[in-house]
């Protein structure tokens, strides 16, 4: 499975940006999907998770600004991330796993994983 995303950039703290990852491959194997995010000196976060029936988990930390959701029939995964905070700069990646994992903390590796877009939010 390879993963590629797309639409991170820079944005002032309240503005909107929208990431994408297209999944190739085995996608068979994509049941889980989500976003990952990780910022210097931190621990690396799990945002948001979603699996092929819009079963979705999200991190406190963007509840209620950021929505997941995936198109199974063109194998990509977006966000849409509204409000954005100066805290929520990070390298956000993809990533995919026939199984679940928990949100923020997936408490076990996850299989695939795409490059990573960096998100920069000023204030």
């Known amino acids: 499975v390879t993963l590629v995303e797309s639409g991170g950039g820079s944005v002032q703290a309240g503005g909107s940006l929208r990431l994408s990852c297209a999944a190739s491959?085995?996608?068979?194997?994509?049941?889980?999907m989500g976003w990952f995010r990780q910022a210097p000196g931190k621990a690396r976060e799990a945002v948001s998770r979603i699996d092929r029936d819009g079963i979705i988990g999200y991190a406190e930390s963007v509840a209620g600004r950021f929505t997941i959701s995936r198109d199974n029939a063109k194998n990509t995964l977006y966000l849409q991330m509204n409000s954005l905070k100066p805290e929520d700069t990070a390298m956000y990646h993809c990533?995919?796993?026939?199984?679940?994992?928990?949100?923020?903390?997936?408490?076990?590796?996850?299989?695939?994983w795409g490059q990573g877009t960096q998100v920069t939010v000023s204030s």
């Open positions: 491959g085995d996608t068979y194997r994509t049941v889980y």
């Open positions: 990533a995919a796993d026939p199984y679940s994992w928990r949100v923020p903390v997936p408490l076990r590796e996850i299989t695939y």
